[in-house]
Every structure is written in structure tokens, then in C-alpha cells.
């Protein structure tokens, strides 16, 4: 997942973001996930990485700084990817392509290596 969690929370809701992360974890599904860049890491932190959450099973990395404000993210997994816009926009599409997640999956791994660490469940 890569994404502004702001923007996404406020796009489907806290609740909503709580019960699919409550069944990500019920299927044993590991996700790693960049936020994109933000000068609020301490008060996002607070809001979306609280201590008392259960095990989450998730590594959370910030983007460079360069990927400052990104509003539209995605999901993939296999060879399918799911984007979602802002709140503003409110739009969203799929797409099954083996070829498309190979050459998004390369970008993420490298801006993967280029961002900082934010929380690990281990």
C-alpha cells in the first residue's frame, strides 16, 4: 500500500479503516505500506499507530520528502491494484494486470529502500 493516510481515512472512515485492518489480520495477511511524506509524523502517529492496537501485522514506512502531499494511493496485491483518490475527487479503479503490478511493484520497492521506518509488527 502506498498512500496518504490522511486522505484515505477521511475518504472511508475511521470505522471502515478499523474493520479492514481487523480482517486483514483475521487472514493472517501481512502488508507493508509508505505514507506518503508529512512534517506531522508525532500527531499521525498518535492517530493511527496507537500502542494499545493489537498486533497489527504491518511495517509502515514515510516517503521522502519529495513525495510530499500525494492525495491518491493504492492497494496491490498479486497481480491486481486498486487505486483510490482523494476525499475531493472520490473516485477509484482496478486493474488486473500482471505487467502493470510487475512495473508498480519495482517503483514501490524503490522508494521502499528511500523511506523511513514508522512502526513494525513483528
Known amino acids: 500500500a502506498f498512500w496518504s493516510i490522511e486522505d484515505v481515512v477521511g475518504l472511508f472512515g475511521a470505522d471502515n479503516m478499523v474493520d479492514l485492518v481487523e480482517k486483514r489480520v483475521k487472514n493472517n495477511i501481512y502488508v507493508r505500506g509508505i505514507w506518503s511524506y508529512t512534517d506531522n509524523l508525532e500527531e499521525l502517529n498518535k492517530k493511527y499507530n496507537r500502542v494499545d492496537q493489537k498486533e497489527s501485522m504491518r511495517e509502515v514506512r514515510m516517503a521522502p520528502k519529495e513525495m510530499e502531499k500525494l492525495s491518491m494511493g493504492y492497494w496491490m496485491a498479486g497481480h ?35 523511506s523511513s521506518l514508522i512502526v513494525k509488527d513483528d
Do not use: C
Open 80 to 114: 491486481t491494484a486498486a487505486f483510490v483518490s482523494s476525499q475531493r475527487e472520490a473516485y477509484g479503479f482496478v486493474i488486473r494486470s500482471r505487467d502493470f503490478t510487475d512495473f508498480l511493484r519495482a517503483q514501490f520497492e524503490m522508494v521502499w529502500k528511500e
